[in-house]
Nanobody, 115 residues
C-alpha cells in the first residue's frame, strides 16, 4: 500500500520560510515523479512544482524563483523549500507521486502566511 505523509506546515509571517517534507512508503520512490500541489479555500487545487526520477524540476506560477523542490531517494522523502512567503501562499499543500501510471496523494499539510 502506497502512503505519503507530509509534514512541515505551519504559521509563518510574510517574508519567512518553511520546508515541507513528504515521506513515501510502499513505492519504489526513486523511479517515481513527485510533485507538490496546493489548494486555498474556495479555489481549485493547483500544481506548484514537480521533480522527476532524474531530478529534473519544473515550477509553475508564483513558485518560480521562490520555491525549490528536491528529493532524497535514500530516505524516500521529497521536499519543498519555500522562501519569501506571501499571504497568497496560504493553502493546504499536498505531495503526490506518479508511480507506474498511478497517482497517489498525501493527506496535506496547512501553510498559513500572515501579513
Amino acid at each position: 500500500q502506497v502512503q505519503l505523509v507530509e509534514s512541515g506546515g505551519g504559521l509563518v509571517q510574510a517574508g519567512g520560510s518553511l520546508r515541507l517534507s513528504c515521506t513515501v512508503s510502499g513505492s519504489n520512490f526513486r523511479f517515481d515523479t513527485m510533485g507538490w500541489s496546493r489548494q486555498a479555500p474556495g479555489k481549485q487545487r493547483e500544481l506548484v512544482a514537480t521533480i522527476t526520477s532524474g531530478s529534473i524540476t519544473e515550477y509553475l506560477g508564483s513558485a518560480k524563483g521562490r520555491f525549490t523542490i528536491s528529493r532524497d531517494n535514500a530516505k524516500n522523502t521529497g521536499y519543498l523549500q519555500m522562501n519569501s512567503l506571501e499571504p497568497e501562499d496560504t493553502a493546504a499543500y499536498y505531495c503526490h507521486i506518479r508511480s507506474w501510471g498511478n497517482v497517489y496523494w498525501g493527506q496535506g499539510t496547512q501553510v498559513t502566511v500572515s501579513s
